[in-house]
């Protein structure tokens, strides 16, 4: 009749009267609430961001390594390809019945710690990314000259470049490069708009660019007194001799799988070809263990907030026990002592994970740009779904399981004590 | 009906020399009895035995009709909930409540303290303001003042309120004039008392301090009550 209200309302004032100590155990719950829901969010929305980096394309095929290694190299920009395939090999694969279109990349050159891509029209063309979104430019038109640039949205926003800006590209991949391809100023030509992939992180040129400036070098070091002005490399031949992946295109995506089997066949040099997907979820596959690793660590720390939480209750009942009498005193039942204080646990877990989320949200907005920056992980800062929604039930629950041993012992106090207070 | 009745009361902790032994003690319903005697001398545990907190080893406690050892736990916590108002020697307010939700408390808890309550006043605020006014704690900015920062005399006056809201048959009152100096004692006896006697309570109240017993009605002195504590009985 009178008493779940009751209770609750006089566990909250008893909290708040003992307000001190009740935010130290909030507190504590909610870091590790955090903890656990940041865990999960960085989780999936790393997920999201990779799947979203690539779509559209069928295969991928470099030469021969492993799946992961060409996905990352070839999409990601995360390490580097073991070899390259020569241009008469992408120019048979390019002529297959079944392909519609190529995009060949030539990786390998930097420009101020962003990765230089060599690659065609195709690629402004063809590259599909986050379902079905094309690259667009903010500012300047494609590649157009041999000397032409274009640049991701986070290349113009941190090097601060505009259009028609010259620029120097540098030969292999260091954030300072001690072999700068000086003589050969490329100017920039276009900006493309933000992707939120590692497309803005790229520097574009074409694949005859990146030809021209390796023109007078020779196993990666330049031959002194063999230098060539741009005029000169202009008039030379600079159809590339290798390529370092292509991205392929398919009519049907059925014969996916066909020309996959002929690739890893191809008899005139070791190629490798995945499928997107494929290779995504062979990474998940990899990554699963170390998400698995975190989640758990994750929820033992909750579990340690939680623990805080039953030991400053159960440290708190000895100083509260002339409350308790007062209480019965009063007319409170035992099972109203019980009732106070597991509510008091679950107040307490509940403005945890309260705060909690709050902290999460603070966090995701202030660390989300970050992310993007250094990681290429965009972080969308979405509304709680079922997964949170079931931590913070599941924590809760807990926390009002728990209550249960102090509430017992008060409850048994409760018995013995009677109304007079025994200190 | 009696107030309060025990028969052949007999309690004690573990074996041995038991701490009460009481033939016969009655109040009548609406009667002011004082019981004195020194500290140890078994008050509180008379008390708990009239509160039905504890259960004697031998003999039949009555209180306002009903044998407690033929009730069960639960239907004597209803007893004391509804009918028996209780002020303790100090510590008898909670901290984190107002004055006034202090003294609304048991109607909180007892439907039939809180209808009771409601025959005096249109609702339970305005009732605990008509006691706490009585007891000379009329003053609205103390209404909503926390119980720590009164007096411990003005602390007392709350607790009486308490106990007397929802006019219980009977208080049960242990030294809740210890902490106070002489002038404060006075006052708050003549206010208890007037209280009582409008709510038509009866009031077993104990002390060791027997200059307060003329108050009362009738003055009984535990260790002539107590046959262990007798000389004689030695």
């Known amino acids: 009749m009178s008493g779940l209200g009751t209770i609750f309302g006089l566990a909250a004032r008893s909290l708040w009267n003992r307000r001190g100590t009740a935010l130290l155990t909030i507190f504590s719950i909610a870091v590790s609430v955090t903890l656990l829901l940041g865990v999960e969010r960085v989780r999936t929305e790393a997920r999201a961001s990779f799947a979203n980096t690539i779509s559209g394309t069928d295969l991928i095929v470099g030469a021969r390594s492993g799946d992961l290694n060409l996905l990352l190299y070839a999409v990601f920009r995360i390490g580097n390809a073991t070899n390259n395939i020569t241009w008469q090999t992408y120019q048979e694969l390019a002529e297959r019945r079944e392909v519609a279109w190529t995009i060949p990349l030539s990786l390998g050159d930097s420009h101020r710690g962003f990765r230089v891509l060599g690659t065609t029209p195709a690629y402004y063309e063809h590259y599909r990314f986050a379902g079905d979104r094309t690259l667009q430019f903010d500012a300047g038109g494609p590649v157009a000259d041999l000397f032409d640039a274009v640049i991701g949205a986070d290349v113009a926003r941190q090097l601060g470049y505009q259009v028609g800006q010259p620029v120097v590209i540098a030969h292999g991949l260091g954030a300072v490069s001690f072999m700068n391809h000086d003589d050969k100023p490329f100017v920039i030509r276009g900006i493309l708009k933000k992707t939120g992939t590692p497309v803005d ?33 202009r008039a030379m031949d600079l159809t590339p001799k290798a390529i370092t992946a292509v991205l392929v295109g398919l009519k049907s995506r059925a014969a996916s799988f066909r020309l996959q089997r002929a690739v890893n066949e191809y008899p005139g040099e070791p190629l490798s070809a995945i499928i997107p997907g494929v290779a995504l979820q062979q990474l998940w596959d990899l990554v699963g263990v170390v998400e698995i690793a975190l989640l758990a660590i994750s929820a033992f720390v909750v579990l340690g907030g ?113 109304l007079t207070i025994r200190v | 009906m009696s107030a309060v009745e025990l028969r052949d009361v007999v309690f004690g902790w573990g074996r041995g020399k038991p701490l009460l032994d009481i033939a016969r003690l009655e109040v009548a319903p609406g009667e002011r009895v004082f019981i004195s005697g020194p500290s140890g001398s078994g008050k509180s545990t008379l008390l708990g035995l009239i509160g039905g907190v504890l259960t004697p080893g031998r003999g039949t406690v009555r209180v306002l009709g009903e044998s407690l050892g033929e009730l069960s736990s639960a239907r004597r916590d209803a007893l004391r909930v509804d ?135 009738r003055q009984l002195d535990l260790l002539e009550l107590n046959a262990p504590a007798r000389p004689a009985a030695a």
């Not at chain 1, 597991?342 to 603070?362: D, Q, R």
């Not at chain 1, 399981?401 to 009677?418: E, F, H, I, K, T």
């Not at chain 2, 009918?83 to 909180?108: E, H, K, T, W």
């Open chain 1, 201 to 233: 992180r790229t520097v574009h040129v074409s694949l005859e660019a990146i030809e021209a400036i390796h023109a007078d070098w020779q196993s990666g070091t330049r031959i002194r007194g063999q230098e060539v002005s741009p005029d000169e490399l």
């Open chain 1, 306 to 418: 939680l623990l805080g939480m039953l030991t400053a209750i159960l440290t708190s009942l000895n100083e509260r026990r002339r409350e308790m009498a007062i209480l019965r005193s009063v007319g409170a039942r035992p099972w109203h002592i019980f009732g106070l204080l597991v509510s008091e646990a679950g107040l307490l877990a509940l403005a945890g994970v309260v705060l909690g989320f709050a902290t999460l949200y603070l966090l995701l907005a202030v660390a989300a740009p970050l992310i993007e920056e250094r990681f290429g992980i965009f972080v969308a800062l979405r509304a709680p779904g079922q997964w949170d929604l079931t931590i913070a039930a599941v924590v809760v629950g807990a926390a009002l399981l728990m209550g249960v041993l102090p509430a017992w012992r008060a409850y048994r106090n409760a018995l013995s004590d009677g």
């Open chain 2, 83 to 217: 009918r028996i108002g209780f002020i303790f020697q100090m510590f008898n307010l909670l901290p984190y409540l107002s004055v006034r939700d202090n003294v609304a408390l048991p109607c909180r808890f007892s439907a039939r303290r809180r209808a009771r309550a409601l025959t005096e006043a249109t609702d339970i605020r305005t009732e605990a303001e008509r006691l706490l006014g009585h007891l000379g704690l009329s003053d609205p900015a103390l209404l909503d003042r926390r119980v720590t920062e009164l007096s411990i005399g003005q602390q007392q006056r709350v607790a009486a309120a308490r106990a007397l809201i929802g006019r219980p048959e009977l208080v049960i009152a242990d030294e809740p004039t210890s902490s106070l100096d002489a002038d404060a004692r006075a006052d708050f006896i003549a206010l208890l008392m007037s209280e009582c006697t409008a709510a038509g309570s009866a009031i077993v109240f104990v002390s060791h301090d027997r200059s307060l017993a003329g108050q009362f009605d």
